[in-house]
C-alpha cells in the first residue's frame, strides 16, 4: 500500500514509465545506453549484461566484499561466490527502497569502517587478470585465423606480451606508483610502510575534504 508518509509512490511511478514490458526488452535497452551506435541483438546484449557483474573473469567483488554484502544483508552466500546474485541485487533495491521511506542509516564512504587496504598483491592480481584477458583474446584470434591447427604449437598460438605490458604500464602510470626514498634507511622503512588513500577506489582530489 502507499500512504506518502511511511510508502512513498516512487517505485510504482518508476515501473509506470517504464515501456519495457520482456527481460530482453531490457537487456537490449541496457546495451543500447552502455554501447550507444552499436547494433544490440539479443545475444550481445545478454554478454555484455552478464559480463557486467555475473562472470568471475571479468568481474571481481572479492571475499571482503561478499562478506560485507552477507553482513549488510543478512545474505548466507558462501565467501567464494564473488559475483553478484539476484539475491543481492533484490536486497540492494528493498534498502535502497527503504532509505527513500526514511527508514535506515545511509552509509558514510568516508567512515574508515567502510574503508579498507588494498595491498600490492591485490592491485597486481587485477592488471594481471586484465593482461591475461587479453593474452587470452589474442590465443583464440590465432586460433581462428590458422588453417593448420594440427601442425601448431602452443608456443605459435600464446604470446606472454599483453600480460608484461599491463604490468609495464601500471608501474609507468599507476597514480600509487612512487620512486621510493633512500634518503637512510629509517625514511626507506617509513615510505614502504606509508598508505595512501587517494588511487583507484580511493578519495578524488575534487572530493577530498579534511573531514
Not at 10 to 33: C, G, S, V
Not at 55 to 80: A, C, I, Q, W
Not at 164 to 186: C, G, H, I, W
Request: glycine content about 6%.
Amino acid at each position: 500500500y502507499i500512504d506518502d508518509f511511511n510508502v512513498g509512490p516512487f517505485f510504482r511511478n518508476t515501473l509506470l514509465q517504464d515501456k519495457l514490458q520482456t527481460p530482453e526488452e531490457a537487456l537490449l535497452e541496457i546495451y543500447r545506453r552502455l554501447r550507444p551506435g552499436d547494433p544490440p541483438t539479443p545475444e550481445t546484449a545478454r554478454n555484455l549484461f552478464e559480463s557486467l557483474f555475473f562472470k568471475p573473469e571479468r568481474y571481481d567483488l572479492s571475499m571482503v566484499g561478499r562478506l560485507k554484502l552477507n553482513h549488510k544483508f543478512g545474505l548466507d552466500e558462501s565467501l567464494t561466490s564473488t559475483v553478484l546474485t539476484k539475491e543481492d541485487i533484490t536486497e540492494t533495491v528493498r534498502y535502497l527502497v527503504e532509505l527513500r521511506n526514511n527508514r535506515g542509516q545511509i552509509d558514510d564512504i568516508d567512515h574508515l569502517g567502510n574503508r579498507r587496504v588494498r595491498a600490492v598483491g591485490e592491485l597486481m592480481e587485477n592488471q594481471y587478470r586484465i593482461g591475461l584477458v587479453r593474452m587470452e583474446r589474442a590465443i583464440k584470434e590465432r586460433m581462428s585465423m590458422s588453417q593448420e591447427m594440427d601442425a601448431r604449437m602452443p608456443a605459435d598460438l600464446i604470446n606472454a606480451k599483453p600480460v608484461s605490458a599491463v604490468v609495464k604500464e601500471y608501474f609507468a602510470s599507476s597514480q600509487l606508483r612512487q620512486f621510493m626514498d633512500q634518503t637512510n634507511p629509517l625514511s626507506e622503512v617509513t615510505h614502504k610502510r606509508r598508505l595512501s588513500a587517494l588511487g583507484p577506489g580511493g578519495l578524488t582530489r575534487e572530493r577530498a575534504g579534511f573531514e
